[in-house]
């Protein structure tokens, strides 16, 4: 007998998966989390039956996200990530010695336990004494901020369910304050080509575009993500991410599989049909 994970990505398109075996199943208060073993992919994380992650091709989505704006502006010291559960967003942030606090609110305190259970790759640094982890609602925990944070990644889920509203105005803007002067805002930013994700990307960069003075947009090759084509938002009140110091950070000595400077630069010459969706956006 086969077993096959499948994720709808559009009424008319699916991704699947053969599965080896199904190693978690549980509802935490929030939604179903599942892990499952494949030949493929290794092990992999969905939630709700939307694929999060999987061990083949999780340091693309979690090296993009990080070391982008980190190459940015190398004095980020205090980091606060909202989500990321899975806790591939923060190994890739321990990697930086300059980096002294990293606050990660993460809803659902059950993510957390079966990536550290089951997925020791990316949960591997969540020990770090950098890290403290408040289980809270994001949009709840950063309306109380104001100029606390160099850095705010988004790395929340897909804009319905539990992470409906970190894609709101008034989450955006509570970032915004949360900020200090050279703060930036990376989110994960959704695919732009089939028209449902498309639609969200636009209303989650017509929202960001409405406080940040820098809004631009970058992307990445995820092969279990719909399409295969995913962005990131880049925002910040002053600091371009294409005026970066290449050489400092290279010299960081950060060994890495995907991303690399040269990258950083070619990340943000984005297709023509991305530019005319956020124009459209706008």
Same mark, same amino acid.
């Given at each position: 007998?086969?077993?096959?994970?499948?994720?709808?990505?559009? &009424?008319?398109?699916?991704?699947?998966?053969?599965?080896?075996?199904?190693?978690?199943?549980?509802?935490?208060?929030?939604?179903?989390?599942?892990?499952?073993?494949?030949?493929? #992919?290794?092990?992999?994380?969905?939630?709700?039956?939307?694929?999060?992650?999987?061990?083949?091709?999780?340091? /693309?989505?979690?090296?993009?996200?990080?070391?982008?704006?980190?190459? =940015?502006? *190398?004095?980020?010291?205090?980091?606060?990530?909202?989500?990321?559960?899975?806790?591939?967003?923060?190994?890739?942030?321990?990697?930086?010695?300059?980096?002294?606090?990293? &606050?990660?609110?993460?809803? &659902?305190?059950?993510?957390?336990?079966?990536?550290?259970?089951?997925? %020791?790759?990316? !949960?591997?640094?969540?020990?770090? %004494?950098?890290?403290?982890?408040?289980?809270?609602?994001?949009?709840?925990?950063?309306? #109380?901020?104001?100029?606390?944070?160099?850095?705010? /990644?988004?790395?929340?889920?897909?804009?319905?369910? *539990?992470?409906?509203?970190? #894609?709101?105005?008034?989450?955006?803007? $509570?970032?915004?304050?949360?900020?200090?002067?050279?703060?930036?805002?990376?989110?994960?930013?959704? =695919? %732009?080509?089939?028209?449902?994700?498309?639609?969200?990307?636009?209303?989650?960069?017509?929202?960001?575009?409405?406080?940040?003075?820098?809004?631009?947009?970058?992307?990445?090759?995820? %092969?279990?993500?719909?399409?295969?084509?995913?962005?990131?938002?880049?925002?910040?009140?002053?600091?371009? *991410?294409?005026?970066?110091?290449?050489?400092?950070?290279? =010299?960081?000595?950060?060994?890495?599989?995907?991303? $690399?400077?040269?990258?950083?630069?070619?990340?943000?010459?984005? *297709? $023509?049909?991305?530019?005319?969706?956020?124009?459209? !956006?706008?």
């Amino acid at each position: 007998m086969e077993l096959w994970f499948s994720e709808m990505h559009t &009424d008319d398109v699916k991704m699947s998966i053969r599965v080896d075996k199904q190693i978690y199943s549980g509802h935490s208060e929030f939604q179903r989390i599942d892990v499952f073993e494949s030949k493929e #992919f290794g092990r992999f994380l969905t939630l709700d039956g939307i694929m999060m992650l999987t061990e083949k091709d999780e340091f /693309i989505y979690h090296e993009m996200i990080t070391h982008v704006p980190m190459a =940015s502006n *190398p004095d980020i010291k205090n980091v606060l990530v909202i989500g990321a559960g899975d806790g591939g967003t923060i190994r890739e942030l321990t990697r930086y010695d300059t980096v002294e606090r990293i &606050d990660m609110v993460e809803i &659902d305190e059950e993510v957390v336990e079966i990536s550290k259970k089951y997925l %020791p790759q990316t !949960a591997c640094k969540l020990h770090d %004494p950098r890290v403290h982890i408040h289980y809270d609602d994001g949009l709840r925990y950063v309306r #109380f901020k104001e100029n606390d944070y160099d850095l705010i /990644i988004v790395d929340s889920t897909d804009p319905f369910g *539990p992470g409906e509203g970190l #894609f709101t105005s008034e989450f955006y803007g $509570n970032c915004y304050n949360a900020l200090t002067e050279n703060g930036i805002l990376v989110n994960q930013h959704e =695919s %732009p080509y089939y028209k449902d994700d498309a639609r969200a990307m636009q209303r989650a960069h017509k929202r960001i575009k409405e406080f940040f003075e820098v809004c631009e947009v970058y992307q990445a090759h995820i %092969p279990t993500y719909p399409s295969g084509h995913w962005l990131f938002g880049f925002a910040s009140k002053g600091i371009s *991410p294409m005026e970066f110091d290449a050489k400092k950070w290279n =010299s960081l000595g950060i060994a890495t599989k995907y991303y $690399n400077t040269e990258l950083h630069k070619g990340c943000f010459a984005i *297709p $023509n049909y991305v530019k005319e969706l956020l124009k459209d !956006a706008d």
